[in-house]
Nanobody, 122 residues
């Protein structure tokens, strides 16, 4: 069971990126999926989560109105659209899977993927 996040990179403040998370060894359509991030010297923090059907999403206050989590179960993919990026969004971003969305919102998950670096800088 593996999750892999991709799509990170260097972007200027105000710019946008779309991260993707895919899975190997299992299908995502029975799991809630979440995004977390960890900046240098800081603890990992919850960013966003979406339930298995895609009808419920939750966000950290720091990204509300700027980030959107979505999923395409047919393609076994989960996305994080990040708009209006700020320097404080710089971090390694991870995707995670859990049976319940509340598990993710509380800051943990059952399965974790390798992260992707997002750097917001001019």
């Amino acid at each position: 069971v593996q999750l892999q996040a991709s799509g990170g990179g260097l972007v200027q403040p105000g710019g946008f990126l779309r991260l993707s998370c895919t899975a190997s060894g299992f299908t995502l359509d029975r799991y809630a999926m979440g995004w977390f991030r960890q900046a240098p010297g800081k603890e990992r923090e919850f960013v966003a989560a979406i339930n298995w059907g895609g009808g419920v999403a939750r966000y950290a206050d720091s990204v509300k109105g700027r980030f959107t989590v979505s999923r395409d179960n047919a393609k076994n993919l989960v996305y994080l659209q990040m708009n209006s990026l700020k320097s404080e969004d710089t971090a390694v971003y991870y995707c995670a899977a859990a049976t319940l969305i509340t598990t993710l919102v509380r800051g943990t998950g059952d399965y974790w993927g390798q992260g992707t670096q997002v750097t917001v800088s001019s």
